[in-house]
């Protein structure tokens, strides 16, 4: 999060209220949501939420500019008799035991040694299988033992494959399995940074993950070139984090983002209904052009285009017909645009390679990789930004990078200097529901000053 000031009414929503608001954004978690509030996701609608949101901000301008506060109210001090709970089990009853499994060793041992029954721990074994199966299990990570007092052995074992999920395995009198979804909460948060050397930077030093500014990247894909940002470029957005009990664990969709660097102000917001999902511009074209500008993210340009290019391993000027972009090895390559496989093979100078027909005008070549993804064969159709495989440095290649090739009617060109169409828009049906939603996200997204700036609250909504 970036530095917002005290007055800033999304961070307030995101601390002081966040129990209330989370439950109305419930309503519009992504389908990948284990929260309870799940099922209200369809009902729900963006408006909803910000229909709250703003009776929040509002009312708290009203109490700060009439400078009244609430009235104190005679505070009553009720003990606590009510348990508390942990994985479900009162805690004051129990004796909670962390343990980690070695890498030679499995549940069975632990569970022997606890003093398990061996009938049970095959019983388990088996009903595991159908559920997560107690061999998946993996070395050094944490298992927590539940008893009723440490001299005992262990009633529960419980399991957490991830942050969102623990596994339940009762052992004691019934050998059964409970798996628990955690209710987690979604919040609006906000971030703003100023570009010193790369957008990379700039959202990392803004306590951004990877997966936020890989959407950054999806967002801007056909307006902003993340491989030319200039010093100065600066960018808003807010997005969604999801918090257990009061802690982050992920974070979700950019709902809104503007870019703003010699060219403009760039805008793009995420819509999603049910046959549309990704971030469109404010006319409701989508952001993602008909090809992506690279096939790596997160990469750099190692060498260019060049048809008078000195070749480093062959020592004379032969052109350098492709874009090279270097990356570990192992980093993913996206099929940069739908189309069908033509090639997925090898020869001496591409190493492993995979040539993709776009349409009757565009292909596309990706050379010396490590790995060719699984399925990716002559013939199979592919979408943009689909995995095809992984950099590496097979053929002839001097380091780890991908070499990528852009063919336009047979012939090789520098697919930097051309200018493709935008895909077609929404359809007229859409475009009323997408400029709702579109302007209740701009609406917050305005409230969040780039750094430096005040809040704009000129960003007009003209509908074609
Ligand atoms: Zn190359």
């Given at each position: 999060m970036g530095e917002i000031p005290i007055f800033y009414p999304l961070y307030l929503i995101s601390v002081s209220s966040s129990a209330k608001i989370s439950l109305i954004l419930g309503g519009f978690n992504k389908k990948t949501s284990q929260s309870r509030y799940t099922v209200k996701r369809k009902e729900a609608s963006i408006l909803n939420i910000c229909i709250v949101i703003s009776a929040v901000i509002a009312g708290y301008f009203i109490l700060h500019y009439l400078n009244v506060s609430e009235t104190p109210q005679e505070e009553t001090v009720i003990e606590s008799v009510e348990p508390e709970y942990k994985y479900g089990f009162d805690k004051n009853a129990h004796h909670f035991e962390k343990h980690t499994l070695g890498f030679n060793q499995n549940l069975g041992d632990l569970l022997l040694y606890q003093g398990i029954a061996w009938d049970s721990i095959l019983k388990l074994d088996q009903i595991s299988s159908n559920v997560f199966s107690i061999r998946k299990f993996r070395a050094k990570k944490p298992i927590t033992l539940v008893k009723e007092n440490e001299c005992e052995a262990p009633l529960c074992v419980i399991y957490e494959p991830n942050k969102f999920t623990f596994i339940k395995y009762f052992i004691k009198d019934k050998v059964k399995i409970d798996v628990v979804k955690r209710d987690y909460d979604i919040v609006i948060e906000s971030a703003a940074g100023e570009i010193t050397s790369s957008l990379w930077g700039a959202m990392q030093e803004n306590g951004l993950g990877n997966d936020i500014i890989d959407k950054m990247e999806d967002a801007f894909a056909s307006s902003v070139d993340f491989y030319h940002t200039q010093k100065g470029d600066k960018f808003k957005l807010i997005y969604e984090r999801k918090y257990i009990d009061g802690k982050s664990v992920d974070t979700g969709e950019i709902l809104a983002a503007s870019y703003k660097n010699e060219q403009g102000e760039h805008h793009a917001v995420f819509y999603e209904n049910e046959n549309y999902e990704g971030f469109y511009d404010l006319e409701g074209?989508?952001?993602?052009?008909?090809?992506?500008?690279?096939?790596?993210?997160?990469s750099r340009i190692?060498?260019?285009?060049?048809?008078r290019r000195f070749h480093p391993i062959k020592k004379r000027t032969i052109p350098h017909l492709g874009t090279d972009y270097a990356a570990p090895i192992g980093t993913p390559i996206y099929a940069v645009g739908s189309g069908v496989i033509e090639v997925a093979g090898y020869t001496k100078n591409n190493g492993k390679y995979v040539k993709i027909r776009h349409d009757d005008v565009y292909k596309t070549q990706y050379l010396h990789m490590n790995r060719i993804a699984p399925g990716i064969k002559k013939g199979v159709r592919v979408k943009q930004g689909q995995k095809i495989g992984e950099v590496g440095k097979t053929?002839?290649?001097?380091?780890?990078h991908v070499c990528f090739r852009f063919w336009k009617n047979g012939k090789q060109v520098n697919h930097l200097r051309l200018n493709f169409p935008p895909q077609d828009p929404l359809p007229a049906d859409q475009l009323e529901d997408f400029f709702k939603k579109r302007d209740v996200l701009l609406n917050i997204l305005n409230q969040v000053p780039y750094p430096n700036e005040e809040p704009n609250n000129t960003l007009a909504f003209n509908n074609p």
């Open positions: 074209h989508p952001a993602l052009g008909k090809f992506l500008r690279a096939p790596l993210k997160n190692s060498s260019r285009y060049n048809l053929g002839l290649a001097t380091g780890p």
